[in-house]
T-cell receptor, first 117, second 111 residues
């Protein structure tokens, strides 16, 4: 089990460039998430997908789009990168079903460190 | 007001010390509570869930006070390897079952 994998690990973009961050999980989890982490700000939710075929906005969705390609994969796209999007991006998953469960360990990928110049 | 608040620290303690972290949350509808640990430049990992009756895992004890909307983590006999950032985390259904993270408390244990 690789768990949650993310590519790339590092990326430098120029303002206005686009890119897609890839995330995949092999744990058969239903829910997947994208967070960004900035110094002094903690982890903030960008988008999430409660199940295959659904996506919803989180706390800071502006400037991003997502695709839940299948149960395994959840990608994050920056259409026109801005310096304010310089951050560490974490993808996560958990097995939460539509019925819900009280305790849910969320499993994180290793992160993508993005710098926008 | 941030939904989950923590003292950012840093807490600098010697090996063997006991240290306590506190956390408050603003949404009384919050349903589940956790402490995650994050090492420098690494992903967060679950340390322990927090139950209403309080729970212990080795040197770590977590407490929850729903009436005061307060969560705590106690670390006894601190080790050098405990140095990390500890994130207080709350699960809220209306947030799409996503986790709400505090900004974290940094612990540095020295010999």
């Amino acid at each position: 089990n690789a768990g949650v994998t993310q590519t790339p690990k590092f990326q430098v973009l120029k303002t206005g460039q686009s890119m897609t961050l890839q995330c995949a999980q092999d744990m058969n989890h239903n829910s997947m998430y994208w967070y960004r982490q900035d110094p002094g700000m903690g982890l903030r939710l960008i988008y999430y997908s409660a199940s295959e075929g659904t996506t919803d906005k989180g706390e800071v969705p502006n400037g991003y789009n997502v695709s839940r390609l299948n149960k395994r994969e959840f990608s994050l796209r920056l259409e026109s990168a801005a310096p304010s999007q310089t951050s560490v991006y974490f993808c996560a998953s958990n097995p939460l079903t539509s019925g819900g469960a009280v305790d849910n360990e969320q499993f994180f990928g290793p992160g993508t460190r993005l710098t926008v110049l | 007001r941030k939904e989950v608040e923590q003292d950012p620290g840093p807490f600098n303690v010697p090996e063997g010390a006991t240290v306590a972290f506190n956390c408050t949350y603003s949404n009384s509808a919050s349903q589940s509570f956790f402490w995650y640990r994050q090492d420098c430049r690494k992903e967060p990992k679950l340390l322990m869930s927090v139950y209403s009756s309080g729970n212990e895992d080795g040197r770590f004890t977590a407490q929850l006070n729903r009436a005061s909307q307060y969560i705590s983590l106690l670390i006894r006999d601190s080790k050098l390897s405990d140095s990390a950032t500890y994130l207080c985390v709350v699960l809220q259904r209306e947030a799409g079952t996503a986790l709400i993270f505090g900004k974290g408390t940094t612990l540095s244990v020295s010999s």
